[in-house]
């Protein structure tokens, strides 16, 4: 898919550090409970640490103790990317930001205690945030 977004890899890995570019470009994963925004509770928006494209109210952020951020849903509609990942013998669905390509983590269907049921497991590195 073509992406608002589009910069060269050697582009992306001079602005992104070792484990953002993993994450964001190689569809990595920070270990869990490690990353800073897993406690953030401040009221703001999480952006895409690629492109800075706004992503998550803090609003719809719960602690759903996975060990990664999570929220109840995106911003709006087609501010993500859903597409279906068969990685590591499972089949899950990858979150990825719709203006940059970057993999943000998977979404799951397992958060019955919100108003979506769903649960947006991010990975910190893929976010940045801004407080109001």
């Given amino acids: 898919m073509k992406y608002p977004v589009?910069?060269?890899?050697?582009?992306?890995r001079s602005e992104l550090n070792e484990i953002e570019y993993q994450v964001l470009r190689l569809a990595g994963t920070e270990r869990?409970?490690?990353?800073?925004?897993?406690?953030?509770?401040?009221d703001g928006v999480f952006r895409c640490r690629g492109c800075g494209e706004e992503l998550f109210e803090s609003e719809t952020k719960f602690d759903s103790r996975s060990g990664w951020p999570s929220f109840y849903q995106?911003?709006?509609d087609g501010k993500v990317e859903l597409i279906e990942d068969h990685s590591h013998g499972m089949i899950r669905t990858e979150v990825r930001c719709?203006?940059?390509?970057?993999?943000?983590?998977?979404?799951?269907?397992?958060?019955?205690?919100?108003?979506t049921g769903e649960r947006f497991c991010i990975n910190?590195?893929?976010l940045?945030?801004?407080a109001r």
Wanted: a negative charge; aromatic letters at 8%.
């Fill in 124 to 126: 910190s590195v893929s």
């Fill in 98 to 115: 719709a203006n940059c390509g970057g993999h943000l983590g998977h979404v799951f269907d397992d958060a019955p205690q919100t108003p």
């Fill in 6 to 12: 589009h910069k060269t890899d050697e582009q992306w």
């Fill in 128 to 130: 940045d945030f801004k």
């Fill in 74 to 76: 995106p911003m709006a």
């Fill in 32 to 42: 869990p409970f490690t990353g800073e925004l897993l406690d953030e509770h401040r």
